[in-house]
C-alpha cells in the first residue's frame, strides 16, 4: 500500500508569515491528493482538492501544488484562525491513507 | 443540505460487541460511497475503510481488515461500523465521511461517535 509522509510534523510561525507544508507519497498518485484542517476538538474541513483546487469558501490565503509524489500546502500569510493539524490524504484508490499531520501555531 | 448525523457516545467494556451509525440526508444516500475514520486520542486521523451502500462494496484499510465490520442500509440511508470483541485500544472518535462521487475526496463528515472502553 501507498504510505503518505508529512513535514514538518509540526511548525510555529508568526502571523504574516508563509508557512508550508510538504506531502510525499510513496508512489505516485498522479493529483489525487486532498488536505483537510483540523481544529482542536473540531471535525476535520476540507481545504484543497485534486492537489491544487481550493475548496468553496476556503480563503485564498490557502493553495497547494504537486503532482506524482511530491506536494505542498501553502498558507501565503499565516492568521490565527489557521491554528490546526493540517493533513493530506490520497484518494485515488483505496486504502485512502491519510498523512500523519502537521500541527501549526502562532509563535 | 447534506448532513450525516452519528450516534452518540459509547462506554463499554473489554470483549463487549458495539454498532454505531451515521445517517446521511439531504443526497443520494445510496451514490455516494461512506468511509469511517479514526482518531485516537492526540492522534491522527485513520482511514478504516468504505462502503457503497447501493450495492455493499466495501474496501477495508489493511490495518482494520478483519478487526471491523462496516455496513450499510440503504433502506434507512444508513451507515454502520461494528466490533464483536472491544478492546480498550478501540477507544477513539470515530467519524463517518462521505466521499464526494468518483474520484472525488470526503466532502462531508459526521459529528463524530466517542467511544470508550474501559473496565
Known amino acids: 500500500d501507498i504510505q503518505m509522509t508529512q513535514s514538518p510534523s509540526s511548525l510555529s510561525a508568526s502571523v504574516g508569515d508563509r508557512v508550508t507544508i510538504t506531502c510525499r507519497a510513496s508512489q505516485g498518485i498522479s493529483n489525487y491528493l486532498a488536505w483537510y484542517q483540523q481544529k482542536p476538538g473540531k471535525v476535520p474541513k476540507l481545504l484543497i482538492y485534486t492537489a491544487s483546487t481550493l475548496q468553496s469558501g476556503v480563503p485564498s490565503r490557502f493553495s497547494g501544488s504537486g503532482s506524482g509524489t511530491d506536494f505542498t500546502l501553502t498558507i501565503s500569510s499565516l492568521q490565527p484562525e489557521d491554528v490546526a493539524t493540517y493533513y493530506c490524504q490520497k484518494y485515488n484508490s483505496a486504502p485512502f491513507t491519510f498523512g500523519p499531520g502537521t500541527k501549526v501555531d502562532i509563535k | 443540505e447534506v448532513q450525516l448525523v452519528q450516534s452518540g457516545a459509547e462506554v463499554k467494556k473489554p470483549g463487549e460487541s458495539l454498532k454505531i451509525s451515521c445517517k446521511g440526508s439531504g443526497y443520494s444516500f445510496t451514490n455516494y460511497w461512506i468511509g469511517w475514520v479514526r482518531q485516537m486520542p492526540g492522534k491522527g486521523l485513520e482511514w478504516m475503510g468504505i462502503?457503497?451502500?447501493?450495492?455493499?462494496?466495501?474496501r477495508y484499510s489493511p490495518s482494520f481488515q478483519g478487526q471491523v465490520t462496516i455496513s450499510a442500509d440503504k433502506s434507512i440511508s444508513t451507515a454502520y461500523l461494528q466490533w464483536s470483541s472491544l478492546k480498550a485500544s478501540d477507544t477513539a472518535m470515530y467519524y463517518c465521511?462521505?466521499?464526494?462521487?468518483?474520484?472525488?475526496?470526503?466532502?462531508?463528515w459526521g459529528q463524530g461517535t466517542l467511544v470508550t472502553v474501559s473496565s
Open positions: 465521511a462521505r466521499r464526494g462521487g468518483l474520484g472525488s475526496p470526503i466532502d462531508y
Open positions: 462502503i457503497y451502500p447501493d450495492d455493499s462494496d466495501t
